[in-house]
């Protein structure tokens, strides 16, 4: 007994530093011992909620969360600062902020902490290099596929991969408060589960992984989630759960290719939509998908490193002149200049090889201008999102161009796949650092969503590339006429030149001609082709008369 006393008066002498609520619940979830302000959150005193069990006094709403966060607390000792309402006599409390510890000398007691000034811990801030969602303190992106690569080296650890069909048209319906609620619940749930308490991962709306202990009760830990938006739903039907554990035989594969793989993987769940998808199916064929994915990255490195790709040029014009500004370098495959490298670039970018061939790309586009720099051709080799916050890219890009320092009057460079830019600041950084050496830096795909704009208010570029899409979609759109000249305008305004793509049309050229654009690309002058100057014998002038 004077254990329990000690216990708990650590207990109360620490957290009111803190709380404005204590409880102490045992094994059964049983209030054995409260103090503080309970009338005000609870509508009664301490004494009244004594032999209560706990979860009675948590709204209906949040009781999977708490039942999870306190699972979670007799897994890690401790669980902080977590956001529930609890449910009294006058009704539901504030929000308040939850915290819950279990004491060495006590361990099947939990003490539990309540504020009435709730807050969320940000938590993806204290973990250097990691991406964490703040609403869920689910692992983010490629940060679960890596942990996931560490974690199974161990033999007892299995990943499990969940799907929640309908989950994001389910959350939109919700009220901001539930939306918190139902994110909380379903992550807590999930770390809970998880190998530490924080091996699991959002790849997707509603698309989760977890990695765990073997022999996890899949259908368990289904029917917890299932419960969880049961709860928000006024018809008791919430979210259909799928849930199933991967089956991986990874021998002879080595760790670097297996994190390849398995984000590759990964993403390729994360892309499955439709009533016909089954989560099961994808988790009993993973193990194929990741062999799959390592002999694709053993092709395509043999590809990069064989030299075994081919530059094509097309040419950007001034859209009244017609005379040539300089050509795009683009990649073709196979000695095939019809199809597109979509596939390949796309695989590379998902599976981390991008950097390694925008590299490479680099190294063939430089020997082109040093074999023809007579000519005077000036190209556009593009960067990729992603290589631009490599940092071993950048060293090696450095490398080349202060090698041949007459490189600046002949090459640009071109940032596709800006979505990828994961540090906006970092990205600029990258650009002014080309820029200061004297070469022109264009960003692509400008106009193709809303995020275009704030690539442009943070990366200090020379050139915007317009969206092919969008251009399209301006001619088409009753006021896409203004929509182009209110863009083009922008850019004049912050000395930014500019490139309409994908004018196929002597209309499409016309049109963006009156909207104020400098440059044009399509295949209204030429497809891609090996041989850069084919373009100024074939090019109809009367398009520029």
């Given at each position: ?30 209030v054995t ?9 609870l ?35 401790r ?13 539901l ?25 709730a807050?969320?811990?940000?938590k ?7 991406n ?12 679960f ?5 560490e ?22 319906t919700?009220s ?10 379903v ?5 809970a ?22 022999g ?13 938006t ?16 991967v ?11 297996l ?34 994915a390592?002999q ?36 073709r ?12 670039i ?8 991008i950097?390694e ?12 201008l040093r074999?023809?720099?007579?000519d005077?051709?000036?190209i556009?080799?593009n ?27 002949f090459?640009?460079f ?6 990828r ?5 970092q ?6 650092g ?18 275009s ?9 020379d ?25 083009t ?36 002058f ?20």
């Open positions: 007994m004077n254990s329990q006393l000690s216990a708990r008066d650590r207990f109360v002498a620490f957290a009111f530093c803190w709380a404005d609520m204590l409880v102490e619940l045992d094994p059964a979830r049983k011992f409260a103090v503080g302000a309970t009338k005000p959150i509508g009664v005193g301490p004494e009244g909620i004594l032999g209560k069990n706990f979860m009675d006094l948590v709204s209906p709403k949040d009781r999977v969360l708490v039942d999870q966060l306190l699972f979670m607390t007799a897994k890690k000792g669980i902080d600062n977590v956001t529930i309402r609890m449910q009294g006599a006058k009704g409390s504030a929000p308040l902020a939850f915290a819950g510890y279990i004491m060495p000398d006590l361990k099947d007691h939990f003490f539990l902490a309540l504020r009435t000034q807050h969320i811990d940000d993806g801030a204290t973990e250097e290099g990691v964490r969602d703040k609403s869920t303190g689910l692992l983010a992106g490629d940060s596929s890596q942990m996931a690569v974690k199974l080296k161990d033999n007892n650890a299995e990943l499990t991969l969940v799907n929640l069909p309908g989950f994001q048209t389910f959350y939109e919700l901001e408060d539930e939306q918190q609620v139902l994110l909380n619940t992550g807590t749930t999930l770390r589960n998880s190998l530490g308490g924080d091996s699991a991962g959002e790849v997707g709306d509603g698309k989760f992984g977890i990695v765990h202990e073997a996890l009760d899949v259908a368990a830990l289904e029917a917890k989630l299932a419960e969880a049961k709860a928000f739903d006024p018809a008791g039907k919430g979210v259909e759960v799928q849930a199933a554990t089956e991986m035989d990874m021998t002879g594969v080595n760790e670097g290719d994190a390849k793989g398995l984000v590759y993987t990964i993403n390729h769940f994360k892309e499955q939509v439709g009533d016909k998808f089954n989560v099961k199916d994808i988790a009993a064929n993973m193990d194929n998908l990741v062999k799959e390592v694709s990255l053993n092709n395509f490195r043999s590809l990069v490193g064989g030299n075994d790709f081919q530059v094509a040029f097309h040419p950007i014009l001034d859209a009244r002149t017609g005379s040539v500004h300089h050509y795009e370098a683009l990649v495959f196979n000695g095939n200049f019809e199809e597109s490298p979509y596939k390949y796309t695989f590379a970018e998902e599976t981390g090889l950097t061939f925008d590299i490479a790309m680099m190294r063939k586009c430089v020997d082109w074999k023809n720099r007579a005077k051709v000036s556009a080799v960067i990729s999102g992603m290589s631009v916050g490599n940092d071993q890219y950048s060293k090696d890009l450095h490398a080349m161009i202060d090698a041949d320092t007459w490189l600046r009057n090459l640009f071109e940032i596709t796949e800006s979505a830019v994961a540090d906006l600041v990205a600029n950084n990258f650009v002014q080309l820029r200061k050496k004297g070469f022109h830096v264009c960003l692509d795909d400008f106009g193709a969503g809303a995020a704009f704030q690539y442009l208010s943070v990366l200090e570029v050139v915007v590339k317009l969206d092919g899409s969008a251009v399209k979609n301006a001619q088409s759109a009753p006021k896409g006429r203004a929509f182009l000249r209110a863009l305008t922008l850019c004049k305004t912050m000395d930014v030149e500019t490139i309409a793509e994908m004018v196929d049309s002597k209309e499409g050229l016309e049109f963006v001609r009156d909207c104020g654009v400098e440059y044009v690309q399509g295949f209204l030429g497809k891609p082709d090996a041989d850069p100057w084919s373009f100024i014998k074939k090019l109809d002038r009367k398009l520029f008369a």
